[in-house]
């Protein structure tokens, strides 16, 4: 793959000698929560990214009069993804000038339809963002099933890297979770049919009866719809992640000492945790007004003594153009430690509510990064926290 389209990706292969990854000495791989001092992590990239055909499990997530329902597919403009590269490259330097290690994805060429023998589509979509492709839980990184199909060969933007881990910390072990087929029977093609014709509020309705596009048929989730705080972990039920897909996570997590939680909230596109419910540092917790947890849902924090703050509205009344997401991006953000949050630079009202909760706040210019997959949790991979695997709902 041309190193023109992809100049940000990591070189693993050239590290190599004669076929040995090469061994990074010191690096070590474990993460248990998402606020633990943050030593290295992964910042996605922009290059040769692509807005695929839209697909059942995308379709409702984009809304239905949004130019990405298919006839904007194909590359990304250069200028957007200069741009998007410019954002993400000052943000990874942010984070080196702290002494934290940043890794880059690895080149994939996104161009190529992707046909397996139960689907095909346009293209892929690109290496931003990682946080919903990889799950790192203690000393494991698992690369998630994924439930869009042009996310289907998104890990491979990955094994080399995760190779490399493998081979360099002794304790780490790679894993993959079931591949899904994503075919037409993953889904439920009459809803996807019938989600252009629906209202916020009969969307809201089918979302509080718990009925999305996916159907029971796969093992399905992203990475991102899990929230880790030490032994408890916290899965979203939503577009992306189905209730298959949190059995799994239990059956395969629970033996290793972890408590899985379901969580719902009242959303009529809930996709990924991380813009909805986000931990803060032990005790304290910041929720999306507009997305209020399922009656009960609250309790286990309240319980065990958590606060569970109102993030303050978005600076911005519109995602910036070809988002997928929605503009509580705000809330997105990437905490180095218990006192110090990097927060996307114009969004002013959350920096100023993280400044009175006692954080030193870091600015990073973001935003137009944000159409290529979100914002600045979206845009990071844990790879090692300082910490341990703490009991903080025992
Ligand atoms: O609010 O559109 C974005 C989460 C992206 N990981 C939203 C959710």
């Known amino acids: ?159 080399d890297l995760l190779r490399e881990y493998f081979e360099s910390d002794p304790n780490c072990l790679i894993e993959q979770a079931p591949r899904p087929r994503l075919a037409d029977e993953s889904f439920r093609m009459d809803y996807v049919a019938a989600y252009e014709y629906l209202s916020d509020e009969e969307t809201m309705a089918r979302s509080l009866r718990k009925e999305y596009s996916t159907n029971e048929t796969d093992i399905l989730f992203d990475a991102a719809d899990v929230m880790r705080l030490g032994k408890d972990i916290f899965v979203q039920h939503g577009l992306t992640t189905n209730l298959a897909g949190i059995r799994w996570i239990k059956r395969k997590y629970e033996p290793q000492g972890y408590r899985i939680h379901t969580l719902s909230f009242e959303d009529n596109h809930p996709i990924h945790i991380d813009a909805t419910f986000c931990p803060l540092r032990p005790g304290l917790m910041l929720l999306n007004p507009h997305r209020p947890l399922f009656k009960g849902q609250r309790d286990i924090f309240e319980k065990n003594g958590w606060e569970i703050v109102e993030a303050v509205s978005p600076a911005w009344d519109n995602p910036p153009p070809l988002c997928y997401s929605s503009t509580w991006l705000s809330m997105n953000t990437l905490i180095l430690d218990h006192k110090t949050v990097c927060v996307e630079a114009s969004e002013h009202p959350q920096m100023e509510q993280f400044d009175k909760l006692g954080f030193e706040v870091i600015p990073v210019d973001l935003r137009d990064a944000y159409a290529f997959g979100g914002g600045l949790h979206c845009a990071t991979a844990d790879v090692w926290r300082e910490g341990t695997r703490e009991d903080y709902f025992g």
């Not at 403009?77 to 994805?105: H, S």
């Not at 990184?141 to 439930?147: D, G, K």
Request: charged share 25%.
């Open 1 to 159: 793959v041309s190193n023109d389209l992809y100049p940000n990706a990591s070189q693993p292969l050239e590290r190599k000698e004669s076929g040995v990854p090469y061994v990074r000495e010191g690096l070590h791989v474990e993460s248990h929560n998402d606020f633990d001092p943050l030593r290295h992590v992964i910042v996605g990239i922009a290059d040769n990214q692509h807005i695929p055909e839209a697909c059942p499990a995308s379709n409702e997530k984009i809304p239905a009069d949004s130019p990405m329902r298919g006839s904007k597919a194909g590359r990304r403009t250069q200028e957007t993804i200069d741009r998007a590269n410019e954002c993400l490259n000052g943000f990874a330097k942010i984070l080196e000038d702290r002494g934290i290690i940043v890794d880059r994805p690895g080149a994939v060429d996104w161009h190529q339809r992707i046909t397996t023998p139960d689907f095909t589509i346009s293209s892929g979509f690109g290496c931003m963002p990682p946080r919903d492709c990889l799950l790192t839980m203690g000393k494991s990184i698992l690369m998630a099933p994924m439930s869009f199909r042009s996310r289907y060969f998104e890990y491979l933007a990955y094994v």
